[in-house]
């Protein structure tokens, strides 16, 4: 009989003790192996470094909460941009590429946030070297839309149907229009896979979605820093086609129709515009600089900042999610450890139930360092069993959770997700087994033989 079968046998003569003792080691590395996937999963979830724009320009006011909005979905917009600023940000002709953004309404089934967009913002790489595919048509037409992978999963959404979304701020109240569903994204595992994405002018031309006239020349006269006058003069022609139309209300939700018309650029806001600047092949840092003095320039005088997104995602990560993470991984550690101590408890204890039975050993011809090396062995055990059970039930506690969290913080959770970090568990816990059993097993080392067998 070998050294780890007289362990194992030791050990099933304590099956409840040694069970409650691996139990307690497996709840501390579950923990810690949770820990390291939620912050694996964070950081490549709040990690820009591939995104595909160089800026966001948006409203004065927290960058991160611009961030949030634009690219996550999961904080509320600061303010609205003029779309007149949007169409002069696309003739600058350091400006290769300018996305506009409209968000705020859900859809009624699931509750999942709209964004009104254009189809350039499936041209352009959500994350470096991957580009959108879909499984039909891009939104092309008004009220055409194409939805993410798990909007399509939980929703149970198909090519062709139709959906309607609820007004902004107002949980009661359901659009009367409906935009079909003509594309289901590939998943992408990043927030664009619970977004339902529609046809900018299909977004405005619903019904409430339109600014009133005078609020939205009173927008622009701030914004810009011009007059009435001037204002209406820059929208003259659209303020024409709106007197042509004066009796066609479109600031109530009383319409069951879609409208014919297009909206007028005066009544037309953004939330965000994504911008990526010219390249030069010749000149690798040329976009960078140009998105750096472009962000300057917007501080001054304009009502509107432009932020690269990987700052205050940085940010976010060095001083409020590194810190949480580093605390968490020190109470798991903490928790390990107090573990293993009870394993020493435990193991010290059955000590001196065990003088007689090693003493018999040594009777039978057991060396000293057999003994001592079977007490080691049967914590090592206790501790591999406890590490490789805590792993196997940290990822299952993510598996179960990840849907969880996702549905209500809308972060993608890869439950398979894995972290370097896990290797060094079992070499610690074999580690952390040696120091808790070298005691215990230097007591049977130094058990009296002739005194515990006639005892």
Not at 174 to 180: L, M, N, S, T, Y
Request: with cysteine.
């Amino acid at each position: 009989m070998n050294l780890f079968t007289i362990a194992l046998k030791s050990i099933r003569q304590r099956l409840l003790a040694s069970s409650l003792t691996a139990l307690s080691v497996a709840l501390g590395v579950a923990l810690m192996i949770a820990v390291l996937i939620a912050n694996t999963v964070v950081s490549k979830t709040f990690d820009l470094q591939g995104f595909g724009y160089d800026l966001i320009v948006g409203p004065q006011g927290s960058e991160l909460d611009l961030v949030l909005n634009t690219v996550y979905r999961i904080a509320p917009p600061i303010e609205n941009l003029p779309y007149r600023y949007y169409e002069e940000l696309k003739e600058n002709k350091h400006i290769g590429i300018a996305v506009p953004i409209a968000l705020g309404d859900s859809t009624e089934q699931g509750n999942f946030p709209i964004l009104g967009t254009t189809v350039e913002y499936f041209a352009v790489e959500y994350a470096q070297g991957k580009k959108f595919r879909t499984s039909g048509e891009w939104p092309n037409g008004k009220w055409e839309s194409v939805i993410g992978s798990s909007v399509a999963r939980e929703n149970n959404w198909k090519i062709g149907d139709e959906f309607q979304m609820v007004h902004a701020g107002q949980d009661d109240h359901v659009h009367d229009e409906k935009f079909k569903i003509v594309g289901i994204l590939e998943a992408t595992a990043t927030p664009n896979d619970r977004t339902v994405f529609v046809n900018l002018n299909g977004f405005y031309a619903i019904a409430g979605h339109e600014k009133p006239i005078q609020e939205a020349i009173d927008r622009e006269m701030e914004f810009f820093g011009e007059t009435e006058a001037e204002v209406r003069a820059y929208h003259a022609a659209d303020l024409k086609e709106m007197e042509a139309h004066a009796g066609h209300d479109h600031s109530g939700h009383d319409h069951a129709h879609h409208h014919d018309h297009a909206t007028p650029d005066l009544q037309k806001e953004v939330t965000a515009i994504l911008v990526r600047m010219k390249e030069d092949p010749k000149n690798p840092t040329l976009a960078q600089s140009r998105a750096i003095e472009f962000s300057a320039d917007l501080k001054e005088g304009f009502k509107a900042q432009a932020v690269n997104p990987i700052r205050p995602m940085q940010r976010l990560m060095t001083y409020l999610v590194g810190n949480v993470r580093l605390i968490l991984i020190n109470l798991t550690a903490i928790i390990i450890v107090v573990s293993g101590v009870s394993i020493f408890v435990s193991i010290y204890n059955s000590m001196s139930e065990r003088k007689r039975e090693i003493a018999i050993m040594r009777a039978l011809g057991a060396d000293r360092m057999a003994v001592f090396s079977i007490i080691l062995t049967e914590s090592i055990i206790l501790c591999l069993a406890g590490g490789i059970i805590g792993i196997l039930l940290g990822h299952g506690l993510i598996m179960f959770a990840s849907p969880i969290l996702e549905a209500s913080t809308g972060l993608i959770i890869d439950p398979l997700v894995f972290d370097p970090m896990e290797l060094t568990i079992i070499p610690v816990m074999i580690g952390l087994a040696a120091l808790v059993g070298f005691i215990p097993g230097l007591t049977a080392y130094r058990t009296d033989v002739a005194e515990n067998l006639s005892s």
